[in-house]
């Protein structure tokens, strides 16, 4: 029988205000670093914890020169083993393999002004299977309950989502308090149900699509605009609702984004086939 798959992902935006650059980060767990270069020296606003990331996450690190973003060319960014992380130019960093690199970025008229971030990448998540209670086959997924567009499945996920957020909860060594109940959006619901169906009916499992869209994207395409942060979990072989919801609980950076206040408005998708036999998306909004 094949294993039970967690990942997870989030997304914090730069934003501006009145005409003046600025910006707005989430809690810890957002996927944002900001640090600024000042007379050729780079001071990190983020200096003193590294990066943790799983195999296929990416995060964004930000440089800004003198309180200004960084000029195309300004700066360089490499990583001192890129079978463990590779870092864009831009400085978005993936996660490759398991393992510890270190980022760096410096000043291309001045390379002995630098920054390194240290980053340790794991394996996903794994949620061994039960035994030795047998796994139920799972059944298709229902249909929509006439009127409110969620099948049986997809508000058990919701209400077992909210019922979480309604008690203060650890996870890994972040706490959280209890948090306002999320309500269903109907664009983050299509952007779920059509990852989890892509999932089973071409047998992967990935935050990103095989013809390339990440999750970011998929969310703008179904139409969900104007918002200020996002969130992923997927999840595969888990067969009911309660098992999945119990299954992200267990694993801290699925249980930050159920419990992140951050977040307004949930989505869920379900389908069946593939190797797992069952895919589950959760993808959380919020809109300014």
């Known amino acids: 029988m094949k294993p039970s798959y967690l990942l997870f992902a989030s997304l914090a935006l730069v934003l501006a205000a009145?005409?003046?650059p600025g910006?707005?980060?989430?809690p810890p767990a957002a996927d944002t670093v900001v640090s600024t270069l000042e007379a050729g020296t780079l001071e990190s606003l983020a200096l003193g914890s590294s990066i943790t990331?799983?195999?296929?996450?990416t995060r964004?690190?930000?440089v800004t020169v003198s309180g200004a973003p960084a000029k195309p060319g300004q700066l360089v960014w490499a990583s001192s083993n890129a079978v463990t992380a590779t870092v864009s130019q831009s400085g978005l960093i993936t996660a490759v393999g398991a393992g510890k690199t270190t980022v760096r970025v410096s000043m291309s008229a001045n390379p002995a002004a630098f920054l390194d971030f240290p980053v340790t990448v794991s394996a996903p998540v794994v949620t061994p299977a039960p035994t030795p209670a047998p796994v139920p086959t799972p059944s298709p997924a229902p249909a929509p309950t006439p009127g409110t567009g969620l099948s049986a499945a997809?508000?058990?996920?919701?209400?077992?989502?909210?019922q979480a957020r309604a008690v203060a909860r650890t996870c890994g060594s972040a706490s959280f308090p209890a948090a306002?109940?999320?309500t269903w959006n109907a664009s983050l619901a299509t952007a779920a149900r059509d990852h989890a169906s892509d999932m089973a009916a071409k047998n992967y499992f990935s935050h990103t699509s095989q013809d390339g869209p990440t999750f970011d994207v998929r969310v703008a395409s179904a139409g969900y605009s104007g918002y200020r942060a996002l969130g992923e979990n997927i999840a595969a072989g888990q067969p009911t609702p309660e098992s999945v919801v119990a299954g992200w609980l267990n694993s801290p950076g699925h249980c930050s984004n159920i419990m992140s206040a951050d977040f307004r408005e949930l989505g869920v998708g379900m389908a069946t086939g593939g190797s797992y036999g069952t895919y589950w998306v959760q993808d959380f909004g919020a809109r300014f």
Do not use: H, S
């Open 60 to 62: 964004q690190l930000t």
């Open 53 to 57: 990331l799983e195999r296929g996450q």
């Open 180 to 182: 306002p109940a999320l």
């Open 154 to 162: 997809e508000q058990r996920v919701l209400d077992l989502t909210n």
């Open 18 to 20: 009145c005409g003046q």
């Open 23 to 26: 910006t707005a980060v989430l």
